[in-house]
Structures are given as C-alpha cells and as structure tokens.
C-alpha cells in the first residue's frame, strides 16, 4: 500500500495504519493580533475561563504543599539560580565542554544558529534513514521552530506522544500551558476529540469511549502503543544537559517519553542552548525543585538520563542539535537574560492573574504566561504587534517571581522591555540590528513621557508649573478626559499639596537659617 501526504510524492504506508490528515501549524507571530484583542475573546468564553480556573488552582494549589515540605527551599532556589548564572556567564566554555563529552559517549553534536538550519538538520537526519514517520517526546524547542510543519513539508508525519500534546495534535489545536498543553480542554472535550479523530491518525478510539480519565489513559495508550512499537526515529527535547559527562535529562510523569527514547533505533534531540550545566552534581538541585514547581510532585515518576549510545541498549544512533534562535542575543541583554534561567516549570502561570483569565493561545506563542511575555519578544524580537504587546500582559503583581524555582524577576524584566518597547530602542537580532517598533495605543504614554523629560530639562518651567498647580489645586477634576477616563474610573487623582516641594525646603532653610 502507498499514499500520498498532502501532496508530497508517494512513499510506503503502515498496512495497518492510514496516513494521518494534515498536522496543526504554528501560526507566523506576523499574522496574530496584539495581546489585548487576543485576550479579549478569550476573556468572553466562559467555558475556557471555566477550564483554566479549576486547573490553575488546583496545580498551584498542591505545588504550594508541596514546597512546604522542604525547610530549605529558599537554600534551593538560590542555588539554582546560581548555577544558571554561573553557566550562562560561561556558558561558551560548557557547549564546548557538552560537544567533546558526547561526542566520545558516542553522540554527534549539530549546531544551528536558528529554526531553519535547525529544521534543515533534523529533516536531513530523518531522511537519511529512510524513514518517513518519528514519534516525539514532549519538545518546546521543536515547537518554537516548527519541526512538525517542516517535517510534513518533507513528506514526514511527525507523531506527539506526551498525552496533552497527543490531544492538541488530534484536535488540530496549539498549545496553551507549558505543562499540560491541553488544559484549556475539559473531559468532555477530550472524549469528542478522541472519538473523532484518533481513527485518521491510527487506531481508532473504542466504541462508546466515556469521558473517564481512566477510559481516556487507556484509548491514548492503545493508540500509541502500536506507534512506539513500529517506530525507527524519535525526536526529544531536554530539560538539562550535562557538559560534564555528555548526559541528556529528560524529565516526564507518564512513561511516553521512556518509550520514544528507548525502543528507536535513532534518537535526535533538539535542544536550546541555554540547558546545559555544568556538572553531574548540579542537577540534584533540579531533581528536587523541578517535580515540586510543576507537577507538585516529590520526585519526578520518570527521568530518562543517557550519555551518547551503548551497545544493545538504546537508540544505536544519537544526534543532539543545539539551538540558538535568538538566545545568544538574549544573553547579550544584562537585565532580560535571566529568562534564560527557566526551567520550564509553569509555576508562574499557575499564579499569574492574567494567564488565568486568558489563557495561553492570547501569547501568540509556544510560551505563554509570564515566561512567554519576556522570553517570546527576545528570541523573536518585537516586530510584531503580539511580540511588540507581550511585555504589557501583566498587572506586575509579582506572583510569578515568588513562585519561581530559579528567582526570575519577571516584573523586572517587564518593565525593561516596556521600556525599549515604548522608546523604540535598537535591539540585535540574529546578527541584524533593527529597530524595535512601538506597539500600537502607547502614543499617548510617549508623547508624556517627552513632555516629563522637556520638564525635567527645564528646572524654571518646572518651578513655575509646580506653582501654577498649587494655586489652582481647587479646580483639580474628579476624572481625567479622553484616554485618561479610564484609568480614574477604579482611581482617584492624587490631592496636590498647598506647597511644593522646592517651596518647602526653601522655606524650612530659611527658617534654619540655612541658604535656600
């Protein structure tokens, strides 16, 4: 039996297996609305607030537990920010260090500067084995760079295996939690989703499948097994790679990614560059911290470690691609290149206000929450309305820094990129310098801050404004007009003083007999 995929020439098919319907793309940030419009429809389905509400309580409910276990959390959380940033300050010398320890375990290394190399490596290596389908273990960074679009391009189907991603592939949907990318789906969903799409993927879902977790465990697992156990290529990402010994850690609660990583007979992970530490040891801090900020677990039910290859054990080749796409420029940035630091927890989006009420397809990104709003528009840069947007999707509260497992000051981060946002400031971005544009409706906030700046300039023209103010502190509005209603229908305009500043300590200096 041949087939075709969506319009590619014809290569052999399972005999049992149809070839699958189109895979779901990654829309081009070019293309999405900025942040607020997204939000916006978002915010007016209840059923989605529904979901994301009893989710988000519930995970960061059990994580706060299950931090408390630890008396010496705080101890922890600062030791892996400091190992993040000791790496990241070096961390030329630990890729480097990465490269040679796989390189001897067995491994090839590939570098890619950005998506399209990295996609153009990853689809060459497929090819070459002659195989025209992979299964996948849960992967951000192929996410990010569209892997499954550009395998489909190559006449590759690309399988997801961590359950959410499996729902989201079937349902022809993106994801929305870093986490558990299917979260803004109920039961009943879930069950529909199955039902009617398993069947042009693979095997079908069972006759009068219920919405059941259990029911719904067992029709994923009858579906993928015949996958995992046909397969000859996987493709993984990471969440630590040792430059000590070469190893790849990947950490997963449901035995899929056990499964992809252990029974093909190639292996290609593709992995950011900036999850690499130093030393073996370095990862215990992790181990404990990593389990309790995101599944609310005391350890993690699977951690998949592997150095290279070992004869009759494992996948006979390992390919391990080091993604850039626009990190290194991230690095380049003093203040925004703690994002670099995550480790993929979702804590902060399960305490994030907004992230609650609008999910994570308001991002515009394979990371939403507040990770996304400030690791998006660097590795993207802000040419966009959403990426230009992203750094305003936060009431700056500070919840995701507390919940943080390595200390990123998110707030922060925010109000820098704010304020390169608003001002237009040069940003590198893959080696080009660019401009960054303004997102649209903060022209007024501009247009103030060049008048406080004029003032500021000025100290006689602010002297007078100071006393003109004063003097007319009785006709002060109750509400601003125009753009400014807005923001005095939940305030109230601060009382002005009688006397300035400036005035008082002139005059309390000449009653000391001071100089004024």
């Known amino acids: 039996m ?3 995929y969506l319009g590619m020439p014809a290569f052999p098919a399972s005999p049992d297996l149809p070839v699958p319907p189109g895979l779901p793309a990654s829309p081009s940030p070019a293309g999405l609305p900025a942040f607020p419009a997204a939000a916006g ?3 007016a389905d209840p059923v989605l607030r529904a979901n994301l509400r009893r989710a988000t309580h519930t995970i960061r409910d059990k994580r706060a537990r299950a931090v408390a276990e630890l008396a010496d959390w705080d101890e922890l959380r600062a030791a892996g920010k400091a190992v993040k940033d000791h ?19 067995g491994g090839t290394v590939h570098w890619a500067a950005d998506a399209e190399e990295a996609n153009r490596i990853v689809t060459d290596l497929v090819l070459a084995t002659g195989e025209r389908e992979v299964v996948k273990v849960k992967s951000m960074a192929t996410q990010e760079i569209g892997l499954n679009e550009a395998l489909e391009a190559a006449g590759v189907a690309a399988y997801e295996t961590d359950l959410a991603e499996l729902i989201v592939q079937l349902g022809h949907d993106r994801p929305s939690h870093i986490l558990v990318p299917a979260i803004h789906r109920n039961r ?7 039902a009617a799409e398993m069947g042009g993927w693979g095997r079908p879902a069972p006759e009068g499948l219920g919405d059941d977790p259990r029911e719904l465990a067992e ?3 009858l579906h993928l097994r015949e996958k995992f156990l046909r397969a000859k290529v996987a493709v993984s990402g990471a969440n630590f790679m040792v430059a000590e010994t070469g190893t790849v850690v990947v950490f997963e609660s449901e035995g899929n990614g056990r499964m992809c990583l252990t029974l093909p007979e190639t292996l290609i992970s593709v992995v950011g560059i900036e999850k690499v530490i130093p030393t073996f040891r370095d990862l215990e801090i992790f181990l404990q911290t990593l389990p309790r900020s995101s599944t609310a677990e005391r350890m993690n039910p699977y951690t998949t470690m592997w150095s290279g290859t070992t004869d009759g054990d494992g996948p006979a080749v390992f390919h391990l691609v080091l993604l850039d796409n626009g990190r290194t420029d991230t690095l380049a940035d003093e203040v925004g290149r703690q994002a670099l630091r995550c480790i993929r927890c979702s ?3 399960n305490v994030c206000p907004v992230y609650e009420r609008a999910g994570g397809h308001a991002y515009g990104s394979v990371y939403p929450g507040p990770i996304g709003a400030i690791l ?3 590795l993207r840069g802000t040419g966009s309305e959403i990426d230009a947007s992203l750094p305003y999707a936060s009431t700056l509260c500070g919840a995701c820094y507390e919940v943080c497992p390595v200390a990123i000051d998110i707030p922060e981060v925010l109000v820098h990129l704010r304020e390169r946002v608003a001002q237009g400031g040069p940003v590198t971005r893959e080696g080009i310098r660019v401009r960054i544009r303004p997102a649209h409706g903060h022209a007024a906030e501009r247009a103030a801050m060049r008048a406080a700046r004029l003032l500021l300039d000025h100290p006689g023209a ?3 404004g100071e006393r003109l103010l004063a003097r007319a502190r009785r006709l002060r509005p109750r509400r601003l007009p125009g753009p400014g209603r807005a923001w005095t229908d939940s305030r109230e305009l601060p009382e002005l003083p009688a006397q300035s500043f400036r005035d008082w300590w002139a005059a309390r200096e000449r009653e000391r007999g001071g100089r004024a």
Do not use: W
């Open 219 to 221: 029709a994923a697992r």
């Open 87 to 105: 790496t990241l300050r070096h961390l030329d010398r630990y890729l480097l260090e990465l490269e040679v320890s796989v390189t001897a375990a």
């Open 376 to 378: 998006s528009p660097q």
């Open 41 to 43: 429809e978002a915010v």
């Open 462 to 464: 602010l002297r007078a």
């Open 347 to 349: 804590a902060c989006l």
């Open 2 to 4: 041949t087939g075709t």
């Open 188 to 194: 009943a969903e879930i069950r529909d989703v199955f």
